[in-house]
């Protein structure tokens, strides 16, 4: 098996930290090993500091980021329950399916994709709607490169409506305060900011989150992950529920390890920073922004140059340059172009082989 | 982060092969990167070597074994369906567990741990309630060491009954033949007998189970393991779903490509031949075997001999000496092992080490 190196400049995965690389080396340990229990452990506790929270339910969910979305849905949803979800892209769309799927009258304030949602207006359709027992909406849209501003929803912490918050693209690239912003249950993703392979989802749930779900009236349709029977084995009980994803998991230790390192503050500046350089040279370049309402830096969506043909240029950056780009999603797709700079691929040599590439090509 | 190095002799995981861990270093690419669709789809190719069929909607489910049982589950299944459960040891209490959370009214045949399922009682309990649209049974109970006859259950292709078979333990352990044995839904696991640490499980489902599938009244419960989505991404149309665990798939294909190079009948022969030593030699030091009826050579569960303290002996092995074997459940808890010999942990080696480390303790 061969594999090209490529420089990760899609909507994820981003190239994972050399350190993440190494930590795949490590002997195998079993799932109830002490030593492995102790990594684990310390995964968690890392965890809680870039979610920005205390909660003690904060675990990896043994899947990719659509698993995390999932059990947060499965858990604190009973069929018939009403949950409003602001929707400006495909991963608020994806809520919406999982909530339904899940038993849920779904609510929808939909916003234009490449706008922010008013977080005012979520709080209306939550004034119209207070019997809600959940508000879910997106961080960092994945498929438009928006930013939803999420800290205003703390109001919701006065109400008996939970607030659920996807930060999948959001996690250590921007800041995002779990604790503060009053959210009750939030879940992420691996291969974005954090540097690391995609396989799992971290999650975290305030107290009142783990209150509903303790008193559901009956158990969660999924068994894989009832988050009852997760905290037993993550919890002090480490009652056996499935195997971890062992490998994984020393993966996100090591992740984890080179964000907490670096720093959140310092990986969220040098994240701003090199979004800056992209977005700053791109229009140079006949690219318009898609995003003109709170663009994120580490995903920058742009409408392509007259003329240029998507598949083609795509094609020979990764081929010709080694570089992966992603394509656009909805109104964008076969135009526009989604450039991640996340993780380990967020440095400024990103940028310049980019557009030294692009130079070449457009 | 620092990992003392184990010789894997539990249930589960058991050491990845050398290749598989080489696997991991690889490039990080795309979950749309023509380069990795290949390597997924030789991966699938790989998969109905091992499993023994040439089932089109073949393919690694993005969780570890219980996601697996989760997706054969809550596809097949609609509420309200009767489903037949064999059940023998916990994966068959876990498949009545998850089964009733899709809805299914379960109807159990049980036998003793420790003993194999008559086929033939499963066919009865069939004959009884002929409606059941499903009758599943685990084929190597991981809690017990005992193997379950599948091939006579082959009689249910006449009927409109489906087979879902638990291959966990068994896949590249022991002989299995999905089409042969007129399997409709299988699923397995990366970390037991393929030597591919935890986090992916392997599922197959042949063109009536996929009918089945087509022909639900409505949506799966669950969207993350809705076999309809993910057969968009893994066949031909390329739809993205979730973003595919990138570097366990290079494990499982790795150690897939391990397998196959070394011959599934060798591998079978392996197994066999390093749990006869191990089967032969633990009465010798006074441990009395549990499972007495088609005891499996991969997983050898044994009773201790009388006055060794289960958790102290345990620990001395992993602390003294590297070697992790599993605890026994349910009756089996505190008084007795489960002894693994899977992937690559199933060499002559493996024998010797134990026997020679229990020789000073017990």
């Given at each position: 098996?061969?594999?090209?190196?490529?420089?990760?400049?899609?909507?994820?995965?981003?190239?994972?930290?050399?350190?993440?690389?190494?930590?795949?080396?490590?002997?195998?340990?079993?799932?109830?090993?002490?030593?492995?229990?102790?990594?684990?452990?310390?995964?968690?506790?890392?965890?809680?500091?870039?979610?920005?929270?205390?909660?003690?339910?904060?675990?990896?969910?043994?899947?990719?980021?659509?698993?995390?979305?999932?059990?947060?849905?499965?858990?604190?949803?009973?069929?018939?329950?009403?949950?409003?979800?602001?929707?400006?892209?495909?991963?608020?769309?994806?809520?919406?399916?999982?909530?339904?799927?899940?038993?849920?009258?779904?609510?929808?304030?939909?916003?234009?994709?490449?706008?922010?949602?008013d977080?005012?207006?979520?709080?209306?359709?939550?004034?119209a709607?207070?019997?809600?027992?959940?508000?879910?909406?997106?961080?960092?849209?994945?498929?438009?490169?928006?930013?939803?501003?999420?800290?205003?929803l703390?109001?919701?912490?006065?109400?008996d409506?939970?607030?659920?918050?996807?930060?999948?693209?959001?996690?250590?690239?921007?800041?995002?305060?779990?604790?503060?912003?009053?959210?009750?249950?939030?879940?992420?993703?691996?291969?974005?900011?954090?540097?690391?392979?995609?396989?799992?989802?971290?999650?975290?749930?305030?107290?009142?989150?783990?209150?509903?779900?303790?008193?559901r009236?009956?158990?969660?349709q999924?068994?894989?992950?009832?988050?009852g029977?997760?905290?037993?084995?993550?919890?002090?009980?480490?009652?056996?529920?499935?195997?971890?994803?062992?490998?994984?998991?020393?993966?996100?230790?090591?992740?984890?390890?080179?964000?907490?390192?670096?720093?959140?503050?310092?990986?969220?500046a040098?994240?701003?920073?090199v979004?800056?350089?992209?977005?700053?040279a791109?229009?140079?370049?006949?690219?318009?922004?898609?995003?003109?309402?709170?663009?994120?830096?580490?995903?920058?969506?742009?409408?392509?140059?007259?003329?240029?043909?998507?598949?083609?240029?795509?094609?020979?950056?990764?081929?010709r340059?080694?570089?992966?780009?992603?394509?656009?999603?909805?109104?964008?797709?076969?135009?526009?172009?989604?450039?991640?700079?996340?993780?380990?691929?967020?440095?400024?040599?990103?940028?310049?082989?980019?557009?030294?590439?692009?130079?070449?090509?457009?």
């Amino acid at each position: 098996m061969t594999i090209p190196d490529r420089l990760l400049m899609g909507p994820g995965p981003s190239n994972p930290y050399p350190e993440v690389v190494v930590a795949f080396t490590q002997p195998l340990l079993g799932h109830l090993d002490p030593e492995f229990l102790h990594i684990l452990d310390e995964t968690c506790a890392r965890l809680r500091t870039v979610f920005g929270t205390t909660n003690a339910l904060t675990l990896p969910i043994s899947g990719t980021g659509s698993a995390g979305m999932e059990a947060c849905f499965v858990n604190l949803v009973e069929p018939g329950d009403t949950v409003i979800v602001g929707v400006n892209g495909v991963f608020g769309e994806r809520m919406c399916e999982v909530a339904r799927r899940a038993g849920a009258e779904v609510l929808r304030v939909d916003a234009a994709w490449g706008e922010a949602i008013d977080p005012q207006r979520l709080l209306d359709a939550h004034a119209a709607a207070p019997h809600a027992r959940l508000l879910a909406v997106v961080h960092a849209e994945t498929s438009t490169g928006v930013e939803n501003h999420i800290e205003p929803l703390r109001a919701l912490q006065a109400t008996d409506t939970l607030l659920l918050v996807d930060t999948v693209t959001s996690l250590a690239g921007i800041p995002l305060d779990v604790d503060g912003w009053g959210i009750d249950a939030v879940y992420s993703g691996t291969q974005k900011c954090l540097g690391v392979p995609p396989g799992l989802s971290p999650v975290s749930f305030s107290a009142r989150a783990v209150d509903r779900i303790r008193g559901r009236s009956q158990p969660a349709q999924s068994w894989y992950l009832d988050l009852g029977l997760l905290a037993d084995y993550v919890g002090t009980a480490r009652r056996y529920h499935h195997t971890a994803p062992i490998s994984m998991l020393y993966a996100l230790h090591a992740g984890l390890g080179v964000v907490l390192e670096e720093g959140l503050d310092a990986a969220h500046a040098r994240h701003r920073h090199v979004g800056g350089l992209l977005q700053d040279a791109l229009p140079e370049m006949g690219f318009r922004p898609f995003a003109l309402d709170r663009p994120l830096p580490q995903l920058t969506s742009v409408w392509l140059p007259e003329g240029v043909d998507d598949a083609k240029v795509r094609a020979e950056l990764r081929v010709r340059f080694g570089i992966e780009v992603g394509g656009g999603l909805g109104e964008l797709a076969g135009k526009g172009w989604r450039i991640g700079l996340m993780g380990h691929s967020a440095r400024e040599r990103s940028v310049t082989t980019l557009l030294g590439a692009l130079a070449t090509l457009v």
